[in-house]
């Protein structure tokens, strides 16, 4: 019973480390907007951090269960697809603060975007390919959809490749952090590979 109640402890714990964290960037940003220290053009630099912060929290959320299997903390696996959300949401509010704050809703020139620029494309194809794993992330898909659960869940990987694309061609010039990025998915991706005979 004692090792259960910690066990409870510490997953409660864990989840409510993992809301504070995860919205700490939205509460920086707001206050930053509130206070208008966002710079010359605010509207760019939300656009900006919006995304860096949503390619960090996915590579986060892949980090979760390789960082399981060296560290064996296995309570860590019950805030995987909790970080995965916080990926989708933020992902949800870049694309929004590009609709509404830099395209102002002009769906002439977003439909150009979308189709035309290679950029937003993938980066537009990213936010679709999340859109299914967000919405069958609950326990009730997990048991329905069962093995094709996972299946479908690889998208992500998908998804984060074309995130980190969208990155490396939006930041034109300076790629520094473009790449830094694609390393460490690329090391993610390494350390997730393991023999089919054990687990997940």
């Given amino acids: 019973m004692i090792v259960t109640v910690d066990r409870k402890r510490q997953v409660l ?5 993992t809301w504070v964290l995860a919205l700490s960037p939205l509460g ?21 951090r919006m995304g860096d912060f949503t390619l960090i ?20 696996i019950r805030i995987r697809r909790l970080v995965g959300l916080f990926g989708f949401f933020y992902l949800t509010l870049h694309f929004l603060i590009y609709l509404v704050l830099d395209q102002t809703l002009d769906w002439e020139f977003i439909l150009e975007d979308l189709t035309k ?9 990213a936010w679709l390919l999340l859109i299914p794993l967000a919405l069958t992330s609950t326990r009730g898909w997990v048991r329905r959809l069962g093995k094709r659960w996972r299946k479908l869940h690889k998208l992500v990987y998908v998804a984060v490749a074309l995130g980190l694309l969208h990155f ?8 520094f952090w473009p790449l830094v990025a694609a390393a460490v998915y690329v090391v993610l991706l390494t350390l997730r590979v393991r023999p089919r005979t054990a687990s997940n």
Wanted: charged share 15%; hydrophobic share 55%.
């Fill in 13 to 17: 714990l864990l989840k409510l480390a």
């Fill in 28 to 48: 920086w940003l707001v206050w930053l907007t509130v206070t208008r220290q966002l710079g010359a053009d605010a509207v760019d630099t939300l656009l900006h």
């Fill in 57 to 76: 929290i996915l590579l986060t959320a892949l980090a979760i269960t390789p960082l399981r299997r060296l560290t064996g903390w296995n309570v860590l």
């Fill in 117 to 125: 620029r290679p950029y937003a494309v993938v980066g537009f194809a």
């Fill in 168 to 175: 490396y061609w939006q930041v034109k010039a300076d790629t």
